[in-house]
Structure formats: C-alpha cells, structure tokens
C-alpha cells in the first residue's frame, strides 16, 4: 500500500471531511491519529478504521488553548500530517463579529497549524522526508461579503503553504493546499438551500463529498505526488475555474 509504515495525523477527523481524509489514510496503511475534541465521536471513527481493517488512536485535543494542545498531538514521530480542523463560521457582517470570535477562528484555523507545523515538520526534515497537507478553502481565494474572517484564516493557509513548502521543501518534506468547495457533510447539509444556486454554475453542478476531498489529500500526501511542493489542488467540481 502506498502509505505503509507512515505515521498520520489529521485534525479534526472526529467529524465531517476529517473523517474521510482518517479513513481514506487508513486505508492506504498509515496509522492514523485522529483527533478532535469530542471524545466519543472521535474513538467511534478510531474504532471503525480498525474494524475495517486500517490502524488507528484517537487523541484528544482543543485547538483552541494553543501550544499545550498542539504538543499533545505531537508527542510521537509524524509522517504525515493534515492540518484540516477548523471553525466553520456562519455568514456575518464584519461588524457585528465578536472579538472572541475572531481570536477562536484565527486560534483555531491559522494559529492551531502554524504551532503543529513548528512541533512536527522540524522532526520530518531530520528524517528526510515527509508531507503536510493544509486543507484551504476556495473561500481563500476570493474575497466575499460576510465571510471576511472565515475568507482570511483560509487564505492564510493558502499562504502557509507555500511559505511552509520553501522552508522544508529542501529537506524532503513537501507541503501542498487542497482547497475543497462545498461539500456535503452532515453539518454543512442544512446550507444545500443557499449553496445550491451558485453550486449550479459550477461544470459539475453538485457539491463535493468528503471521500473527494479524501482521497486529494491521499494523493498529495503519498509518493505519485514526489515532486509536488506548494501547490493548492482545488476539489470543487470546476467552481472556481469558470
Ligand atoms: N465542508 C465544506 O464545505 C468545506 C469547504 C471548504 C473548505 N472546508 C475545510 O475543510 C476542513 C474540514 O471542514 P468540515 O466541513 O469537515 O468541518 P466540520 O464538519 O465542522 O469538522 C471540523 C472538525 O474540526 C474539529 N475542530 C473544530 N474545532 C476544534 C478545536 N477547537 N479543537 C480541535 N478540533 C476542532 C471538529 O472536531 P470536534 O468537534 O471533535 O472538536 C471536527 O472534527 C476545514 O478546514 C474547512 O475549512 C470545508
């Protein structure tokens, strides 16, 4: 299998895409490390990973408190690691976001990867190999009214990518975006209303389904990708294209 004897990390894989990027880690070889904060989600995606065959632990970390919790995760050697947990925010006028809000998404969704990649890649580097894979958005690549905060910690991934890519790249560790449009997870099914009439423009028409954004993530973290570095790798059905 192509990940055999690697070691994965994915944030936030108690839940939504997270979960299809463990599996799909699994079922390449890795032993995945999922993690979240909810205990009894992210033990049950653990134990299907094993039922199914693949090699999993759940460890359990909020994001949110910073380097304690980033150096709870980072307690073994790191193969891969998949920066994808986030706050998914609600549409908002710039005005009326609290100021807590705006310091939990950026501590969530920028800071929480940025501590992981300084605990984890310096390891990958001495060993001469490794990947990281950033989940951005294609809301990083556009401005939009009322997701401006959401819109801003997307593209600072997009941006820590390829600054990540030149810094550890030379070291064999190589660091790639995959940006996903919408996609239907059960927490984002409740805006199929709203997303529907944009997602109609795009060349697929639909939304995207987390195994899709899963399986970008398992090219861009296993050697077919050996000599990509910083790219961002759009899954969104060609919206963002036309
Ligand atoms: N769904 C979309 O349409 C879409 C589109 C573009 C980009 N994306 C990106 O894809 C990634 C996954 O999105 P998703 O839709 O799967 O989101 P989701 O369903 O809300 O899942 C988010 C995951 O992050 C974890 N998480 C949230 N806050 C955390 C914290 N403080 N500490 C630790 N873990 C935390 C959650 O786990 P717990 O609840 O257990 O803490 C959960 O496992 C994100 O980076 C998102 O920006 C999603």
Known sequence: MNLSNRTALVTGSTDGIGVAIARALAAEGARVLVSGRDTARGEKVAAAIAEAGGQADFVRADLAEGLSAARALATEPIDILVNNAAMLLAPQPTAEVAEETIDRALAVNIK??????????????????????????????????????????KAAMHSLTKSWADEYGPSGVRVNTVAPGPTTTEKTAKWDEHIAPLIARAPSRRTSKPEEIAQAVVFLAGAHASNIHGALLTVDGGFSAV
């Open 112 to 153: 929480a990867a940025f501590l992981l990649t300084g605990l984890i890649a310096p390891g990958m580097a001495a060993r001469g190999h490794g990947a990281i894979v950033n989940l951005g958005s294609i809301n990083g690549l556009n401005g939009s009214a009322g997701s401006a905060l959401y819109s801003t910690t």
